[in-house]
């Protein structure tokens, strides 16, 4: 593989990414810890005093217990719904059925026999040391890249009661922070936002799509469309979509090792997406 000049190997400093803060105050300022057991001792005194009206609670007794009971009842299930702010309290068997019929789409979602952490932790694994030997990339952007103990990502769903309120479909979403594609997926869009924002597509938010209707010029032929997207995302072909970055990578000034590497972890993210759910792990 090309090898490039010293000047050219990106760093996580470079691309202004750091890892979360593992930083703990030293304990050996005695002065520090004696505050803070002055503060614990006052505050257990506190709860042992009979004087009332210390605290106001906003809750009644009544209020509490309910809360309480909503949080255990397993037979419902309380999600924001995805539009609009509101909460929305489903059966659970009702929002469990919607997300199974969702991932019995084989076209979308494998359901995997086995967790398949290690074997792309291996490949990650590989692919930064193959970058790293050949001074695409520095230590410190392995060390940003690698999840030494990553969080197995889980799948649930927003409720669109905005579509229909009895049985509403739901939107997807996997959490996936602190797990193996994590990082990987922060540094690629810092590297590839640009070349998105660039586009004559793009639109980043309401405002800007209001401003843009502002500078059409609109006559009494013109005829305005509007479309609602079913699925945003899992339609893409993973392919196709990393054929679009390529072909964009390739009319840049990224050096072609750089374009290489970064086409390689586009292919781990895009590809190696998985999640739990229940028991059972899915590969988007």
Do not use: W
């Amino acid at each position: 593989m090309l090898r490039l000049d010293p000047k050219h190997i990106y760093s996580a400093q470079v691309c202004g990414l750091k890892k979360k803060s593992s930083f703990s105050p030293p304990t050996k300022d005695h002065s520090v810890e004696a505050y803070i057991q002055v503060i614990s001792e006052q505050i257990d005194q506190l709860k042992r005093s009979k004087i009332q009206n210390i605290t106001h609670k906003n809750l009644s007794r009544e209020e509490e217990i309910a809360l309480r009971n909503l949080k255990r009842n397993k037979n419902i299930t309380i999600k924001t719904a995805d539009k609009g702010g509101g909460l929305v309290v489903q059966n659970t068997t009702d929002y469990l059925k919607e997300l199974r019929r969702q991932l019995g789409d084989r076209e979308v979602y494998e359901l995997l026999h086995i967790d398949p952490k290690f074997r792309i932790m291996e490949e990650i694994r590989k692919t930064l040391q193959e970058a790293l030997s050949d001074k695409i990339i520095d230590q410190d952007l392995v060390d940003f890249l690698t999840v030494t103990h990553p969080v197995t990502p889980v799948i649930y769903c927003l409720p669109k009661i905005h579509k229909r309120l009895v049985d509403p479909p739901g939107h997807p979403i996997i959490s996936a922070n602190d797990s193996l594609l994590f990082p990987l997926a922060i540094f690629l869009d810092k590297m590839l936002r640009q070349f998105a924002i660039d586009t004559k597509s793009y639109i980043e938010d309401t405002t800007d799509f209001l401003i843009k209707l502002q500078e059409l010029e609109i006559t009494e032929t013109t005829i305005l469309v509007s479309f609602d997207v079913v699925s945003l995302y899992t339609p893409i072909s993973h392919q196709k979509g990393i054929q679009a970055v390529r072909k964009v990578l390739k009319k840049s000034t990224y050096p072609e090792a750089l374009i290489t590497f970064l086409l390689k972890l586009l292919q781990i993210v895009l590809t190696k997406n998985y999640f739990l759910f229940g028991d059972d792990y899915y590969m988007q």
